[in-house]
């Protein structure tokens, strides 16, 4: 399948989409809110089970 607007004239910025390893080296990880949220989510979905179980 072709795309009518495709301009193959256009040229890709790599210098924009590029990700140093410096910056994901030096990134500092919020571990604690991440297991935060994935806790919320297990125990959300737990309750939810519990809850479906009781209406059938």
Known sequence: METTNHN?????????????????ENAEMDYE???????NFFRQDFENDIFEEDTL
């Open 33 to 39: 809110n991440y297991l935060n949220d994935i806790e």
């Open 8 to 24: 193959p004239d256009i040229i890709f910025d790599e210098d924009l989409y590029t990700i140093e390893w410096s910056d994901i």
